[in-house]
T-cell receptor, first 110, second 112 residues
Framework: GEDVEQSLFLSVREGDSSVINCTYTDSSSTYLYWYKQEPGAGLQLLTYIFSNMDMKQDQRLTVLLNKKDKHLSLRIADTQTGDSAIYFCAEKTGRRALTFGSGTRLQVQP | EAEVAQSPRYKITEKSQAVAFWCDPISGHATLYWYRQILGQGPELLVQFQDESVVDDSQLPKDRFSAERLKGVDSTLKIQPAELGDSAMYLC??????????FGPGTRLTVT
């Protein structure tokens, strides 16, 4: 079946860039997503990319997609303490629901 | 800004009791999803509706879980009887044309 893998933890200093990585196995994925979850809260959609794109930029967020290697990354420029959260990568194929990774906890040190 | 509403936000119940969660999607969103998120993991789909019809309930434990969306708008997820292993966050999401899914705040269930 489909699988989405993420590293568990990332620590950066405030002002630095953060790069969160994700790999997936389903070559027929049509959309790939990044969600942010703060403690005790639901998931906030940050951005998503269509599978025929290589890159998408939205303010401080840059998504890179390497479809050949099935690798997705999220870069957060000028990381702030408010960016501390768990970040989930997810993929979607056709009309199916999302398949999520286990999340990467981002800790931003002041 | 339109949001997905869920209630209750928190629920504590004893095992073998019945529990129900409610979700009101963003107005006009035909697709509604219920996910379960166990602590430390990503959400996993329980059931997907398109209007009032179930599209995917392959991961729903049907011996104890049921879901309905009778008028194709709001939805209820029920567990009867609850078991200790059902303790989790239950998340509802909705989408308009399928590409963007928006999540509600979730219901945190604790079974004692």
């Amino acid at each position: 079946g489909e699988d989405v893998e993420q590293s568990l933890f990332l620590s950066v200093r405030e002002g630095d860039s953060s790069v969160i990585n994700c790999t997936y196995t389903d070559s027929s994925s049509t959309y790939l997503y990044w969600y942010k979850q703060e403690p005790g809260a639901g998931l906030q959609l940050l951005t998503y990319i269509f599978s025929n794109m290589d890159m998408k930029q939205d303010q401080r967020l840059t998504v890179l997609l390497n479809k050949k290697d099935k690798h997705l990354s999220l870069r957060i420029a000028d990381t702030q303490t408010g960016d501390s959260a768990i970040y989930f990568c997810a993929e979607k194929t056709g009309r199916r629901a999302l398949t999520f990774g286990s999340g990467t906890r981002l800790q931003v040190q002041p | 800004e339109a949001e997905v509403a869920q209630s209750p936000r928190y629920k504590i119940t004893e095992k073998s009791q019945a529990v129900a969660f409610w979700c009101d999607p963003i107005s006009g969103h035909a697709t509604l999803y219920w996910y379960r998120q166990i602590l430390g993991q990503g959400p996993e789909l329980l059931v997907q509706f398109q209007d009032e019809s179930v599209v995917d309930d392959s991961q729903l434990p049907k011996d104890r879980f049921s879901a309905e969306r009778l008028k194709g708008v709001d939805s209820t997820l029920k567990i009867q009887p609850a078991e200790l292993g059902d303790s989790a966050m239950y998340l509802c999401a909705s989408s308009f044309q399928g590409s963007e899914q928006y999540f509600g705040p979730g219901t945190r269930l604790t079974v004692t």
